[in-house]
């Protein structure tokens, strides 16, 4: 499956304003990776206070971008039911490169390195303009809600 845009985002994902981190996937091969899309706006409501007069999107809100691409490639490669959420279950060996700002495109790209009794494993990485702004090992796992 290839581009999505935000409806079908909101479908598969119960985040909502102003957690949503996901506009649109690129790219999607179930099983193996995918690439998403968050456009960053000075109307995030986070740039408010980090920080006045150099706004820069916080780290932590950029491992939690990855995170929700994770959740959409956990969903495309395997149907829950739809009683049920992934949830972060760990962050391994997060770097931040460069700062995120208004006025980027922050491409998500994940890969799934394993899946083990209920744990996925997912190489992510962030990008804005083809260079590396994060990096993380992320784990998640399914839950009923």
Known sequence: ???YDIGRVLSRL???YPFLLV???????????????????????????HFPGRPVMPGVLV??????ATCLLALETEESGEDEVYLLAGVDKARFKRPV?????????????????????????ARVEGRTAATAEIMCTARPL
């Open 1 to 3: 499956m290839n581009d």
């Open 14 to 16: 119960p985040h909502r």
């Open 23 to 49: 506009d649109r996937v690129l790219e999607c091969e179930p099983g193996e990776r995918l690439l998403a899309l968050k456009n960053v706006t000075i109307n995030e409501p986070f740039f408010q206070g």
């Open 63 to 68: 491992i939690e971008a990855m995170a929700q």
């Open 101 to 125: 700002m208004p006025g980027d495109s922050l491409h998500l790209e994940t890969r799934l390195a394993r899946r083990k009794r209920g744990i996925w494993l997912f190489e992510c990485e």
